[in-house]
């Protein structure tokens, strides 16, 4: 934990001189309990600014060959990434996942599953409608809007929780899990376009 804070300090500073970053809604983050974090891709950089704007320790699903790594596997575990083996399958990856928020932790999403090579919001798969259902958790929309190219600015916005209560009623059915991923990915491409920057002229 102490670590974690550390590491968060320095990617502060280092996305404060590198890219001017700004932080929107922080405060929409509970202290407490369990919250999902479902954000755009768009580079690599993403979970360490996700988590450089949060004050809670957000955690990440990240592959299991990373941790084999020597002196890397340390960390990325200060920072909060755990272990998916995903030659396991996609049961191990949603225990190990379901596990985190049933803890009352803070996890970080991807709902793309990749990085948007354009920029774009792409689909999303409905995994982050089942752990949103099954794990009772807040789900905070995040828009990561900008460049992480050296000295262009990027804005990292949190929407408010988005109320998912009326699907929860029933059975997590593939229609209800599919109404569920749109509209946690419609509320982030409405966070990205109220927060889109002007692209600075050559």
């Not at 700004?22 to 988590?51: F, K, R, T, Y």
């Not at 792409?122 to 828009?143: D, K, M």
């Not at 029933?170 to 899990?177: A, F, I, R, V």
Request: charged share 20%; proline share 4%; aromatic share 10%.
């Amino acid at each position: 934990m102490k670590l974690y804070r550390i590491f968060r300090a320095l990617f502060r500073g280092y996305f404060t001189v590198a890219n001017r970053y700004e932080v929107i809604g922080a405060d929409h983050i509970p202290a407490q309990g369990s919250v999902m974090l479902c954000s755009n891709h768009i580079s690599n950089w993403d979970p360490m600014l996700i988590g450089s704007g949060a004050n809670r320790t957000v955690h990440y699903m990240a592959k299991s060959e990373l941790f084999k790594i020597p002196v890397f596997n340390k960390l990325i575990t200060a920072w909060g990434a755990f272990p998916v083996n995903r030659g396991a399958g996609d049961r191990q990856s949603l225990r190990v996942a379901l596990q985190v928020l049933e803890d009352g932790k803070c996890m970080g999403l991807f709902p793309e599953g990749h990085r948007s090579k354009t920029g774009e919001l792409g689909e999303g798969q409905t995994g982050v409608a089942f752990f949103a259902l099954r794990s009772n958790c807040v789900v905070i929309p995040v828009a990561i809007v900008g460049s992480y190219r050296l000295f262009r600015k990027v804005r990292i916005a949190y929407g408010k929780p988005l109320d998912l209560s009326r699907y929860r009623e029933g059975k997590s059915s593939k229609e209800t899990l599919t109404q569920v991923t749109q509209e946690i990915m419609s509320a982030i491409g409405e966070l990205q376009k109220a927060n889109r920057m002007e692209v600075p002229k050559r």
